[in-house]
T-cell receptor, first 113, second 111 residues
């Protein structure tokens, strides 16, 4: 079964600085990976997804992620963050059967002035 | 389109009381899900319904029941609420395992 691990529970960063949020997955079969964002007091919304094809995936709000099979990683990056990017970010993947998703424990991104 | 709607937004229950959380989607999605979100634990799947007429247990089903009333609606019932069920509950829907669309959540406190 596939699972995802987010090692960083919190990432503080100054505005306009670059950021990387880490996600590692475990799987021996086809890989589908997702990043979701949750703004305060809201539900989750899709940021980007990797299903196949190019390993560099671009999402909304200037975020991108790179699928790295050799390192079993799908890290999320943004070259210059804004205060409005303050949110919790979740990596997710299907656990190996059906239409379900398994979510990581989340990374709280706090952008400071 | 309203997307995924959930009612109520907030609820306080006493231990032992029962309640039903309602969820509806207007995107004609086949699959619907119920999650709970607790600090430091991410989202955990309670139950899901791959299609109308079917339901399956997720990671944390104990203490909950669900009903897929029709293609649009998927309800979650707590028969006898416990303090351990204090959480934020999210409903979601999707086409297959592709993008899931989430509702705004229900904040439940059990005292």
């Amino acid at each position: 079964a596939q699972s995802v691990t987010q090692l960083d529970s919190q990432v503080p960063v100054f505005e306009e600085a670059p950021v990387e949020l880490r996600c590692n997955y475990s799987s021996s079969v086809s890989v589908y990976l997702f990043w979701y964002v949750q703004y305060p007091n809201q539900g989750l919304q899709l940021l980007l997804k990797y299903l196949s094809g190019s390993t560099l995936v671009k999402g909304i709000n200037g975020f991108e992620a790179e699928f790295n099979k050799s390192q079993t990683s799908f890290h999320l990056r943004k070259p210059s963050v804004h205060i409005s990017d303050t949110a919790e970010y979740f990596c997710a993947a299907p656990p190996g059967g059906g239409n379900k998703l398994t979510f990581g424990t989340g990374t709280q991104l706090k952008v400071e002035l | 389109n309203a997307g995924v709607t959930q009612t109520p937004k907030f609820q306080v229950l006493k231990t032992g009381q029962s309640m039903t959380l309602q969820c509806a989607q207007d995107m004609n999605h086949n699959s619907m899900y119920w999650y709970r979100q607790d600090p430091g634990m991410g989202l955990r799947l309670i139950y899901y319904s791959a299609s109308e007429g079917t339901t399956d247990k997720g990671e944390v089903p104990n203490g909950y029941n669900v009903s897929r009333l029709n293609k649009r609606e998927f309800s979650l019932r707590l028969e006898s609420a416990a303090p351990s069920q204090t959480s934020v509950y999210f409903c979601a829907s999707s086409v297959g395992f592709n993008e899931q669309y989430f509702g705004p959540g229900t904040r439940l406190t059990v005292t």
